[in-house]
């Protein structure tokens, strides 16, 4: 069965410095996601992602935060300078035309 | 503008017990109503979803969800639980498909022997 695939599953880094997430979603799929839950809390919405640009993204996605589909295939989220706030597990998603989304397994940022 | 109200942050039953699991919606349209669970240390996984059909939607595992429009309610039953039902479950609304998810906040279940 198809999957999305993120990696890597837990990432630690310093305040500061710059992540790159990475997700391989559904190949036939149209629509990309990310969505971060912090520790304890709800499941949030960061930025969607459909024909090689950004269709609408959230009040936490600031100039810090950055999406791409560099070859049809990765999809990627950059944070360019970690806080400590940024610690969470990020969830990738990809959804069909039509269809319910279908989520990763998530990477676990801790920032230190 | 959407939202999701999950009442009961944390559900605990017996085994072979009922569950049921709380979820309240606000939208200004016709939305699109989601179950997802989460296992530990995994991803979520959908258990079920309701797209305007049938009122009473079947999902894997034994769950079912039915929409009350009068209620504005998506709540998750479950005749009999069992253990590994254990998870976090969380309840979602988008107003298309293919549009963001606004999730409620997670009931966790819990389940005794």
């Known amino acids: 069965e198809p999957e999305v695939t993120q990696t890597p599953s837990h990432q630690v880094t310093q305040m500061g410095q710059e992540v790159i997430l990475r997700c391989v979603p559904i190949s036939n799929h149209l629509y990309f996601y990310w969505y971060r839950q912090i520790l304890g809390q709800k499941v949030e919405f960061l930025v969607s992602f459909y024909n090689n640009e950004i269709s609408e993204k959230s009040e936490i996605f600031d100039d810090q935060f950055s999406v791409e589909r560099p070859d049809g295939s990765n999809f990627t989220l950059k944070i360019r300078s970690t806080k400590l706030e940024d610690s969470a597990m990020y969830f990738c998603?990809?959804?069909?035309?039509?269809?319910?989304?279908?989520f990763g397994q998530g990477t676990r940022l801790t920032v230190v | 503008a959407q939202s999701v109200t999950q009442l009961g942050s944390h559900v605990s039953v017996s085994e072979g017990a009922l569950v049921l699991l709380r979820c309240n919606y606000s939208s200004s349209v016709p939305p699109y109503l989601f179950w997802y669970v989460q296992y530990p240390n995994q991803g979520l996984q959908l258990l079920l979803k309701y797209t305007s059909a049938a009122t009473l939607v079947k999902g894997i595992n034994g769950f079912e969800a039915e929409f009350k429009k009068s209620e504005t309610s998506f709540h998750l039953t479950k005749p009999s639980a069992h253990m590994s039902d254990a998870a976090e479950y969380f309840c979602a609304v988008t107003l298309n498909q293919g549009g963001k998810l606004i999730f409620g906040q997670g009931t966790e279940l819990s389940v005794k022997p």
């Open positions: 998603a990809s959804t069909p035309w039509q269809g319910e989304a279908f």
